[in-house]
């Protein structure tokens, strides 16, 4: 019998995999992820970016680079340490990012219309454990 974790786990990696499908980009998701972090912590280092999303700086670094590439993010020097740059969304990252976030939140939507009102109450609670959750060491 499955355990409440691994129920948990099962379900959050499903609605993860349905919630991809309704993209329409060439994005990756490590690529759309980055883009949502540069977006919510503003400007910052590429290190930064590596520690928010829990993977190795030299992956990161690659990711912004192709993003870069791609006219979505820009890199400028570091105010206090000329040997670092901070890199943050540029107009186009911004756009493309809200695009992708409304197509996938319209499909939720819908989805969650179908829901009664006690359950959607009890998913805005359950997201803010999620964000515990992943968040934790």
């Known amino acids: 019998m499955p355990t409440d974790a691994q129920k948990l786990a099962t379900s959050v990696a499903r609605l993860n995999r349905r919630l991809r499908q309704e993209r329409h980009s060439a994005m990756t998701a490590t690529q759309l992820s980055v883009l949502g972090t540069v977006r919510l912590m503003g400007?910052?280092?590429?290190?930064?970016?590596?520690?928010?999303?829990?993977?190795?700086?030299?992956?990161?670094?690659?990711?912004?680079?192709?993003?870069?590439?791609?006219?979505?993010?820009?890199?400028?020097?570091?105010?206090?340490?000329?040997?670092?740059?901070?890199?943050?969304?540029?107009?186009?990252?911004?756009?493309?990012?809200?695009?992708?976030?409304?197509?996938?939140?319209a499909w939720l939507d819908r989805r969650m219309r179908d829901l009664s009102a006690d359950e959607r109450a009890l998913l805005r609670k359950a997201s803010v454990l999620f964000d515990r959750l992943s968040e934790s060491e």
């Not at 930064?48 to 006219?71: F, K, M, N, W, Y």
């Not at 943050?88 to 756009?95: F, N, T, Y």
Request: hydrophobic share 30%; glycine share 6%; proline share 10%.
């Open 43 to 105: 400007p910052c280092t590429p290190s930064q970016v590596a520690h928010r999303e829990r993977v190795s700086p030299p992956s990161v670094t690659r990711t912004i680079g192709c993003l870069v590439d791609d006219g979505l993010i820009l890199r400028e020097p570091h105010p206090d340490d000329g040997r670092q740059v901070l890199v943050r969304l540029s107009d186009k990252g911004e756009d493309v990012l809200a695009e992708e976030r409304a197509r996938r939140d």
